[in-house]
């Protein structure tokens, strides 16, 4: 079983950072790509970054120039840096990591976090 926990989150003015992490655990013998979501009320949930195990990314065109997705391998962790945030990117953030649980079998699981709430606001 793999667990994924979200942090970071929380209240920041327009214009200001926000830092999420995404730490995983349990059985884990590697992970392959790393993705951030993100879910307004009355919206449906929808794709901001993602980061592959050779480090590549993809952003939304909405956090582009904004938002950088990281990883460290090491910690089994990764990162969203939100920087000038908006009152629009206010969302219950997720990460969704896929997930090699054992060396002899390399099907990958998808994993979700509980997500963790960012608000901007004045």
């Known amino acids: 079983q793999v667990h994924l926990v979200e942090s970071g989150g929380g209240l920041v003015q327009p214009g200001g950072s926000l830092r999420l992490s995404c730490a995983a655990s349990?059985?884990?013998?590697?992970?392959?790509?790393v993705a951030w979501y993100r879910q307004a009320p009355g919206n449906q949930r929808e794709l901001v970054a993602t980061i592959m195990t050779n480090g590549n990314t993809n952003y939304a065109d909405s956090v582009k120039g904004r938002f950088t997705i990281s990883r460290d391998n090491a910690k089994n962790t990764a990162y969203l840096q939100m920087n000038s945030l908006k009152p629009e990117d206010t969302a219950v953030y997720y990460c969704n990591a896929e997930v090699v649980t054992r060396p002899w079998d390399l099907r990958a699981w998808n994993y979700w976090g509980q997500g963790t709430q960012v608000t901007v606001s004045s």
């Open positions: 349990g059985t884990i013998f590697r992970i392959n790509a």
